[in-house]
């Protein structure tokens, strides 16, 4: 199971509700979401009559399932409607934060105490409650909870950066100290990245601009020798310091096309899917299957 349904029935898993919203969030949600599923089953040729998209959240969340307060579900609606079709046909949803703890009453652990998982988190109303790992090697909190808003330019402090890769976006993670809540990511598709020296979000680089970090750059640059510079197109030269434009990759010194799902493959980067295990392969079709259904419209 992957993508959003997956986090709802971990979260559901509890009982009990504290500043619940009823079953109006979860069918509200649902709906959300098997709209938001229906592009991905129609471009895979597959049933777009949302029958297995809402039979599946019965399954997992049932009818009466325990939900977060009702700005956390509101929270969660916006993301799903605001995430781009294309991520969303890759990863289902897995990606929205925001969605996180719309199903769940969320634990008492408050931001800044000692956290295991997300859901020792208490929930906030400004943000995502995360538990992130404490970089500060001298304290002996290993993890401790933060809650974590989209920042725009001058959001301070910011924790992090969220890139966009094959098949999805990583994060990454600035500062040594014990994180800070509430903090701010920094997401690139947002034109903004987490610098490591002021702790805010800022703007990103122009092309010549100097630069430490392909993060800092504008989308279809890279950090190449200390300045943001032009990644290569299809065809054109790429190195482990010369990058190609999103969406393809470095095949021997040249930039391709990234490999469809079958095709041998050495790497994540190759696979269009993100996914290599000696050939690519794509989590998504599974998921598709299951949202989807097999059958005829």
Not at 35 to 56: E, I, R, Y
Not at 79 to 97: H, P, R, T, V, Y
Not at 160 to 176: K, L, Q
């Amino acid at each position: 199971m992957v993508g959003l349904v997956a986090a709802v029935s971990a979260a559901c898993g509890s009982s009990g509700s504290s500043g619940s919203s009823g079953d109006g969030g979860v069918t509200s949600v649902e709906d959300s979401y098997c709209a938001k599923v229906t592009p991905c089953c129609a471009s895979a040729n597959l049933p777009t009559n949302g029958t297995a998209c809402h039979a599946l959240f019965t399954a997992f969340t049932g009818t009466t399932g325990t939900t977060g307060s009702a700005s956390a579900v509101e929270a969660c609606i916006d993301a799903i409607n605001g995430e781009s079709q294309d991520l969303f046909c890759q990863d289902f949803g897995a990606s929205l934060g925001a969605c996180s703890t719309a199903f769940s009453s969320g634990g008492t652990v408050a931001a800044g105490g000692s956290c295991t998982t997300d859901e020792d988190c208490a929930t906030s109303s400004t943000g995502t409650a995360t538990c992130v790992f404490n970089p500060d090697g001298a304290s002996a909190v290993a993890s401790v909870c933060v809650v974590e808003e989209t920042g725009v330019v001058g959001s301070t402090p910011c924790n992090g950066t969220v890139s966009p890769i094959s098949g999805g976006s990583e994060t990454s993670f600035v500062g040594t100290g014990v994180p800070v809540s509430p903090s701010f990511l920094c997401r690139v598709a947002d034109g903004v990245y987490c610098d490591d020296a002021s702790s805010a979000c800022v703007a990103l680089k122009a092309t010549g601009a100097a630069c430490t970090d392909d993060s800092e750059c504008v989308v279809s640059d890279d950090c190449d020798g200390g300045t943001c510079q032009p990644r290569s197109a299809i065809g054109g030269a790429c190195s482990g310091t010369t990058s190609c434009v999103v969406d393809t990759y470095c095949a021997a010194g040249t930039c391709a096309t990234l490999l469809a799902d079958g095709a041998a493959c050495s790497s994540d980067d190759a696979c269009a899917s993100g996914t290599c295990n000696a050939t690519c392969a794509n989590t998504a079709s599974t998921a598709l299957a299951l949202y989807c259904g097999t059958t005829g419209n």
